[in-house]
């Protein structure tokens, strides 16, 4: 592609291995982007020295951000690193793009809420996490905020699945082929959110170059049940999904039974509507039962 046409020059940090940082390399270039996907091992993340260097050198218009850490329930236990990868990492990072001039586009989470709506989050709603992981995700945000960065785009997103790595659809997938029955907690509400949609939704606002918080997730709700439900009718497996509330599946982190993101707000910037969940599930399923198609 030749210099004139290019979009931009971007970082991905976990472009190589991270559930969203492939999908991302991929639309980010499909639409024009020059990208350069790292690996932890290749460029430490929490070396500030080593970020500047990146963004230099590459000449980075846009740095983004895969990395965090999100075992929701381990971070109940391990507030130190949660907080380092989710707030102080973010911090270190923007500080990085504010010297370069780059744009920071960072991903946060639902858990930022509280659960206690019953009509979908929208940017400017209350936050009040419940547990550990989203409260330093919180932090996160507030880090980057707080800069006062003149390029910045913090884009809470939800459920992901998608291709290439371990995920929810993946994991009832391959627990229905052996079992009769499944059962799945139905009384958590949420925002199943297709990766390399994500992606797609992620390039087109770097193009904006709008400034701020958005939503980005997949359209309609689903509780958990709902999610694996469609994923087994999709495959074509013969197993029953039944709900089960919460509290027959107890964990140690609170989950928000209500984390619904309005995507109004991306929808307006990027100029179209993301998908149904259901038809981006069904997309997925067929992908991993036909690798060799898609």
């Not at 960072?106 to 989203?134: C, I, L, R, W």
């Not at 209500?258 to 910037?269: D, Q």
Request: hydrophobic share 40%; net charge negative.
């Amino acid at each position: 592609m030749s210099a004139e046409k290019e979009t931009g020059r971007a970082i991905v940090l976990g472009g190589k291995t991270g559930l969203l940082g492939r999908s991302l390399v991929n639309a980010l270039s499909d639409i024009g982007f020059t990208v350069r996907p790292t690996t932890r091992g290749e460029l430490d993340p929490f070396d500030a020295a080593a970020v500047a260097g990146a963004l230099e050198t590459f000449e980075a218009t846009h740095l983004f951000n895969t990395v965090a850490y999100t075992a929701v329930d381990a971070a109940e236990d391990d507030i130190e690193e949660a907080y380092r990868l989710n707030r102080d990492l973010p911090a270190l990072l923007a500080r990085a793009c504010g010297q370069a001039g780059a744009m920071f586009v960072h991903y946060s989470t639902d858990f930022v809420f509280n659960g206690a709506k019953t009509s979908p989050y929208m940017e400017e709603d209350p936050t009040d996490p419940q547990s550990v992981y989203g409260a330093s995700k919180l932090a996160g945000e507030q880090a980057i905020l707080e800069l006062g960065l003149p390029k910045y785009q913090i884009l809470r997103t939800a459920w992901l699945f998608g291709p290439g790595k371990k995920n929810f659809v993946a994991t009832i997938l391959k627990l229905a082929k052996d079992r009769e029955v499944l059962r799945v907690v139905g009384d958590q509400i949420g925002s199943p959110t297709f990766t390399p949609d994500l992606a797609g939704w992620s390039a087109d606002l770097a193009v904006t170059g709008a400034t701020g918080l958005f939503h980005t997730v997949g359209s309609g709700e689903a509780s958990w049940c709902d999610l694996a439900a469609e994923a087994v009718i999709a495959a074509g497996i013969p197993c029953r999904v039944v709900p089960i509330p919460s509290s027959d599946y107890p964990q140690k982190a609170k989950r928000p039974a209500y984390s619904v993101l309005s995507n109004a707000k991306l929808t307006e910037a990027i100029g179209r509507a993301p998908r149904p969940w259901t038809q981006t599930v069904r997309e997925y399923v067929y992908g991993q039962l036909h690798p060799a198609c898609c």
